[in-house]
């Protein structure tokens, strides 16, 4: 009698809860976990972790690459702006030699016109030049 009260059990409450599903029935799940578990050393189980560690490898690889390509992208972008920035300071070096050149020209124009002018304070004569005279308008 408990024989059939078990049959009973699993034919009513554990057969329907086994057989029900949407597109496979749950007791494939089950088989297919408990195969996963304990089975590793069939060829399938090593064919499928194959394939999983290839997709895996692959996934990692096209990751890597892409991240060379960036850092390959990024290098590129910050030679070319070490080169502008390279001639840039080419130009500014280039335009401070030329300032100094003309400051220093500018200095020495300023020097002899003070000491034209020293010469022509120093006089006690009170003559005036000719060409100071010239350049006067209401002479």
Known sequence: MTGAAIGLFLKRWVLPV???????????FLGAGIWLRFDKASAVRQAVDKAVTELVAGARLDALNAELVEQ???????????????????????????????LTLTDTEKRKAEDELAVLQARVDGLVDQQLLDSLHNR
């Open 72 to 102: 390959r992208r990024l290098r590129a972008w910050s030679e070319g702006k070490a080169d502008e920035a390279s001639k840039m300071a080419s130009d500014e070096r280039t335009a401070r030699v030329h300032l100094e050149t003309t």
């Open 18 to 28: 086994l057989a029900f599903g949407i597109t496979l029935p749950v007791w494939f």
